[in-house]
């Protein structure tokens, strides 16, 4: 069983930075696409970004499109999410997920970490 483990979050202010990573139990998801998703209380999950295991053409949610940044370092086995500007509205659960195909669902997504908060104030 693959287990994602994410790490990073935690309480920011509005216009602040954060960079969460995601670690996964097997190198052999090294191969795997990665996508982080998040959930705020009350709301359904949703995609944020996600990135082909070779790095090439990722996708992110038009609400954070030119704020946040998704990345990869094979050789570390460790996927980042860069997020700059943050708004209040940023603030949830932040889970990143790994899958054979590149998608955006999460349905599309058989690994997942337990989550990681990221709480922005204004």
């Known amino acids: 069983q693959v287990h994602l483990v994410e790490s990073g979050g935690g309480l920011v202010q509005a216009g602040g930075s954060l960079t969460l990573s995601c670690e996964p139990s097997?190198?052999?998801?090294?191969?795997?696409?990665t996508g982080w998703f998040r959930q705020a209380p009350g709301k359904e999950r949703e995609f944020v970004a996600a990135i082909r295991w070779t790095g090439e053409a990722p996708s992110y949610a038009d609400s954070v499109k030119g704020r946040f940044a998704i990345s990869r370092d094979n050789a570390k086995n460790t996927v980042y999410l860069q997020m700059n500007k943050l708004k209040p509205e940023d603030t949830a659960v932040y889970y990143c997920?790994?899958?054979?195909?590149?998608?955006?669902?999460?349905?599309?997504?058989?690994?997942w970490g337990q989550g990681t908060q990221v709480t922005v104030s204004s």
């Open positions: 097997e190198r052999t998801v090294r191969t795997y696409n």
């Open positions: 997920a790994a899958s054979i195909v590149f998608e955006t669902a999460p349905s599309g997504y058989k690994y």
